[in-house]
């Protein structure tokens, strides 16, 4: 099987185990919707998808492709600029005033100004960004890995989830985004502030999102203002962990 062909597959199996709830919500299959039941099988298909994706090993690498290779247009996904009023002001200013907070099950929260991720040691990768809705990209990215600024807050032992909270919103609802530690610890997890050898643009989450390789699109969140470390999901927002995830549209786990 073709590399393309066993991302296209995977794409499937992440639809059929998950987004398939909500296909069946919007076509009016209330009663299957409500079966402990069928919910539970959606639930397995998903668990099986990711055990699936992670057979290669937890700290598998994504594939990383030579400069000749990146896209001469990439696509932004999700949100293409924030309304909010102090965000615009911070994008003026280059974000100076700008500072990420880490906190939740850490022993010591952060605050970290734009010029303190981008004095710490670097990563940069050129990778495929692949969206669930069928199209592709490769870019290349920098920033600090998530596991060291992880590692400089010091995870409580509890500690399972790692939470994303953003600036863009729907409605009045705030996108955010989570991953498990064993993501959050793979060497090609970063929050990227650079991206094909430029600052990182508005439309693409300025000043930082998450480049979490191993997974779809939609986990990659943008316009990252907070990092939070918890022991659960329950009690955020809708629960399930994200925003698309929370809507019913798209699963948790999102491996590719």
Not at 81 to 103: H, N, P, T
Not at 111 to 129: G, K, Y
Not at 140 to 145: A, D, L, S
Request: overall charge positive; hydrophobic content about 40%.
């Amino acid at each position: 099987m073709t590399e393309r062909k066993l991302i296209v597959s995977r794409r499937k199996l992440l639809r059929v185990g998950a987004l398939g709830a909500g296909g069946l919500m919007l076509s009016g299959c209330d009663s299957l919707n409500r079966s402990e039941g069928f919910r539970s099988l959606l639930e397995g298909a998903e668990d099986l998808h990711k055990g699936f994706q992670r057979l290669g090993g937890e700290g598998a690498l994504a594939r990383e492709f030579a400069p000749s290779d990146m896209s001469p247009v990439f696509r932004a996904n999700g949100n293409r600029e924030i309304a909010d009023s102090a965000y615009r002001q911070m994008l003026a200013g280059g974000f100076a005033d700008w500072a990420l907070k880490v906190d939740g099950l850490v022993e010591k929260p952060l605050v970290l100004p734009l010029a303190a991720l981008q004095s710490l040691p670097q990563r940069q990768q050129i990778t495929r960004h692949d969206c669930v809705e069928g199209w592709s990209a490769i870019g290349k990215w920098q920033g600090p890995q998530l596991s060291r600024i992880l590692d400089m807050a010091g995870l409580k032992p509890q500690a399972r989830y790692i939470v994303f909270h953003c600036a863009d919103r729907f409605g009045s609802t705030p996108y955010y985004e989570s991953i498990d530690l064993i993501d959050a610890f793979h060497p090609q997890t970063i929050l990227a502030w650079r991206m094909n050898d430029a600052l990182l643009p508005e439309r693409h989450g300025a000043p930082i999102r998450l480049r979490v390789e191993r997974q779809l699109g939609y986990k990659h969140a943008k316009f990252v203002m907070r990092i939070e470390a918890r022991d659960s999901l329950a009690g955020l927002h809708g629960g399930k962990g994200g925003y698309w995830e929370d809507s019913g549209d798209y699963a948790w786990h999102a491996g590719i």
